[in-house]
């Protein structure tokens, strides 16, 4: 009998998200974007949260203008979408910045620009949207990190600290918020095409570097973050929380080492 419906469940597998109401911190930059596309064409009511609007993407997107490395701002459109949905089902923060310089020339300003964008933003619209969660309980929260929140690269120390401490907050989290209905868990890309990695994709020596420990001999593009994301967000994943999916072509897998 359990059997039989265990089969039957397989079977039944697809991402339905038909009436859900998803938040996409950043989701009108490119991982962002890519993945409003297809939690759309999966059915969801998407609500895109970013400084600005893109004029090119979809209007079936709802638009809310949020700064996430301001804890008010992020409150303010939080509770805007929630008024409008009275729920909010799915949230990934997909908002994110770089700055590229050695660790010695750092200045204080650009630390807290990239550990309040990339680490605090993460924590302040987590904790505003599970507070709708925990009345439904029943959330999903997905937060994207990258490869950084394993390996060390040079030359961005602040982005590599505050993907680490996103990975240990969805660990966190997930243990704090798991019996209230909620999973935490984070999509790692590796080396994605997009325009915040454009200068290191015009530099043929950095580029042909990485692709050598890439095994899969390319990089990634925001579309190929879109199945992990999707399936982390279905019920098929409801067991599933305090985990990250790299998705970087078998970099980590190859522990860095060039191919043969």
């Known amino acids: ?13 697809q991402f339905d998200f038909k009436d859900k109401v998803i938040v996409i ?9 890519a993945l409003a596309d297809a939690f759309l064409d999966a059915g969801a009511i998407v609500c895109t949260a970013s400084r600005t609007k893109d004029e090119k993407h979809i209007s079936d997107r709802e638009f809310v203008q949020m700064d996430v490395s301001s804890s008010d701002s992020v409150q303010v ?20 910045i770089q700055i590229r310089k050695p660790a010695l020339e750092f200045e204080v300003d650009e630390w807290d620009q990239v550990i309040k964008t990339n680490l605090y933003g993460g924590f302040f619209a987590a904790q505003n949207v599970a507070k709708i969660m925990m009345e439904n309980k029943f959330g999903r929260i997905i937060f994207i990190s990258s490869l950084t929140s394993e390996i060390g690269l040079p030359n961005m120390v602040p982005y590599v600290a505050s993907r680490g401490g996103i990975k240990q907050l969805a660990k966190a989290l997930a243990v704090e918020w798991a019996s209230n209905g909620i999973t935490v868990n984070c999509v790692g890309p590796g080396r994605i095409k997009t325009p915040m990695t454009q200068d290191i994709f015009s530099d043929p020596v950095a580029l042909k570097g990485f692709l050598r420990l890439i095994p899969q001999n390319r990089a990634g593009i925001p579309a190929d973050i879109v199945g992990a ?7 098929e994943a409801g067991y599933i929380t ?14 860095g080492n060039c191919k043969v």
């Open 1 to 13: 009998m359990v059997g039989g419906s265990y089969e039957k469940k397989m079977k039944n597998i």
């Open 25 to 33: 911190t950043g989701g009108e930059g490119a991982i962002g974007s």
């Open 77 to 96: 459109a939080i509770d805007h979408i929630t008024k409008q949905y009275k729920k909010i089902d799915i949230l990934i923060t997909a908002a994110g």
């Open 229 to 235: 994301a999707l399936f982390l967000a279905s019920d």
């Open 242 to 255: 305090g985990q990250s999916i790299y998705v970087d072509g078998g970099w980590l897998a190859g522990g």
